[in-house]
């Protein structure tokens, strides 16, 4: 086993949470653990679980942001890259986008100026796919008006390309660039 991920559920109503580990190799993929809570203890469990030998042969981990969680993949894995997941990355774009906006409305009122972005927060934070055709009519619009807002959904749009590269040496330079 050279790969695992490491996410948590939610499970039941308020904040309740099971931390779930799966086995990523490409030749199986399967649940491997399933501990209660989202805590710092019970992902230190299933590494003690899992055993120092085994921990050591991980190649990959992959995760998200949290950082309780990082830092027990970092004591544990030391041989592992730690990677993060595209849903979590994507998600702080979306967060930027959305600070960048809220930031340029006020400014805007502040100025007295039209304010183009009102009711636009989902125009920039929906994937293009999910857009209506009016919604889609508008993006366009707004995307000739040139303020930060656009100009971070940009950012964010061009940033989709990172997911389709093959090659870690071209991952590499886009990131660079």
């Given amino acids: 086993m050279k790969q695992i991920g490491v ?10 949470y099971l931390t779930c580990v799966y086995q ?4 199986r993929r399967r649940l491997l653990w399933c501990g209660k809570d989202r805590k710092v203890k019970t992902l230190l469990r299933f590494f003690r679980e899992f055993g120092k030998e085994r921990c050591a042969g991980l190649l990959f981990v992959c995760s998200d ?9 970092k004591k544990k894995a030391i041989n592992a890259l730690n990677i993060l997941d595209r849903f979590h990355i994507m998600k702080k774009f979306n967060e930027a986008i959305d600070e ?4 340029e409305v006020k400014n805007l ?20 796919a999910n857009l209506t055709q009016k919604q889609t009519r508008r993006l366009g619009e707004l995307l000739r008006i040139n ?21 870690a040496a071209w991952a590499e330079k886009f990131l660079d660039d």
């Fill in 65 to 73: 942001m949290w950082r309780p969680y990082l830092k027990v993949i």
């Fill in 109 to 128: 009122e502040t100025q007295e100026k039209e304010n183009v972005l009102v009711n636009g927060r989902w125009l920039l934070l929906k994937n293009v």
């Fill in 7 to 16: 996410d948590e559920l939610a499970v039941f109503k308020g904040h309740k």
């Fill in 100 to 103: 960048v906006r809220r930031q």
């Fill in 147 to 167: 303020l930060a807002s656009v100009r971070a959904y940009l950012l964010k749009e061009d940033f989709q390309q990172f997911w389709t590269y093959k090659s």
């Fill in 24 to 27: 990523l190799d490409k030749s």
